[in-house]
């Protein structure tokens, strides 16, 4: 799979945006860990999908610069009004979802990528996080803002919208990929 295709499959498995980016041009951020260790999502020391779970930021950073590109991902879901949290959290199971269609896509196509989500991860009842390992690590998605990745300064990078208007939500998601990913 060249660039150009593996950017129709993700359009194909439901995302509205798809970008490309080097990895050089990539920052993390301590301040966007911080942000995690608030625990506002709830997923902070609560799964693999999310610090400290995914690594140290310094870990993380290594894990990225593992990878030459990323496929910023986005998809907008409308709510009935910005106090929709019901419609905010299935837009994000959906989301969760339309990521996992990507993976099944890539299966077998690809070699040395990584994909990265939204907001941790809700696959398990009761995640296995400190005790045993992930019970689907071939699943696990961290989260970009797990990873230390401010998400709108990579939008206006990849020159992809953040905000889509009043009464919207939008998630982003990654795939991080090599420049020999294509299975021979």
Aim: proline share 5%; hydrophobic share 35%.
């Amino acid at each position: 799979m060249n660039a150009a295709t593996i950017r129709q499959a993700a359009r194909q498995c439901g995302f509205d945006e798809a970008e490309y980016l080097p990895i050089r041009d990539i920052r993390v951020y301590p301040e966007v860990r911080k942000i995690c260790q608030g625990n506002s999502c709830r997923g902070y020391g609560a799964t693999w999908a999310c610090p400290p779970g995914v690594g140290s930021l310094e870990e993380c950073r290594r894990q990225l610069m593992q990878f030459d590109q990323m496929l910023l991902l986005s998809k907008v879901y409308p709510l009935e009004d910005s106090f929709d949290f019901e419609g905010m959290q299935a837009g994000m199971q959906h989301f969760k979802q339309v990521i996992d269609a990507l993976e099944d896509r890539l299966e077998g196509q690809l070699t040395n990528y990584r994909l990265l989500g939204n907001e941790g991860c809700s696959r398990c009842a009761q995640c296995t996080y400190p005790h045993a390992p992930c019970r689907f690590p071939q699943r696990l998605h961290p989260a970009l803002e797990g990873y230390g990745l401010l998400v709108s300064e990579l939008a206006k990078t990849a020159g992809m919208a953040y905000h889509h208007g009043p009464d919207t939500v939008t998630f982003f998601g990654a795939l991080l990929l090599k420049n020999n990913s294509e299975r021979e």
